[in-house]
């Protein structure tokens, strides 16, 4: 019989509750990764203490629909005009540690434009704004766990972790499951790039398996004849294919 059959044995459905799986070893970033240098400051100096999953972290957020602008998964029609760069299309789906589809999670994205550059206070790095591109968008996935957004291909920037050091294109994604413990904070990046090997975010992840999980695939199916490039991302948010996700 298994731990969550025994616990919820002689309880009404009521206060039946399921546990999520605990991550596989090697497949999420270490917490301290000294050559990351923010995990030396933000890396938990005691053990973890292991909380049991109760009603709270097992049921809700739910969100609406009300929210959600059609225009917020197509982050080229934001503005007046369109942004520069290069047009694509990332399409994935979401599951859950069964392989069950996610249907209705809120997917955020957030992304640097076609120079590397943010529009954000913060990011002073010397490359140009993009008047049309704010790097945002949400969606919500559709009833089989799809979601698609339109966009332009991020560039690399400089984050002076070290000398010389330059994150692979990337996007940020959030994402929501069917409750709090399965929020994720990924990033997914593109096939091929060269600066996968000289990451300290992406080598965070022990497991190179579990590393290839965040490298989105070319996806000629997504990809619309004289249009735009198709990449495609998809997100497990527990189990043994889980996606490695950002503590
Ligand atoms: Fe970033």
Redesign the pocket.
Known sequence: MSSSLIQNQGKSPKTRVVPFRRDEPGTQPDYFFPAYRATRLRAPSQPLIFLPHTLSEVTGPVFGHSDIHPNDRDLTLQHTGEPLGERIIVRGRVMDGNGRPVSNSLIEIW??NAAGR?AHAKDDHPAPLDPNFTGTGRTLTDKDGFYNFVTIKPGA?PWRNHENAW?PA?I?FSLFGPAFVTRLIT?MYFPGDPLFAYDPILQSIPDERARQRLVSKFDLETTKPEWALGYRFDIVLRGHEETPFER
């Open positions: 992304q640097a943010y920037y994150r990337h940020h990033q």
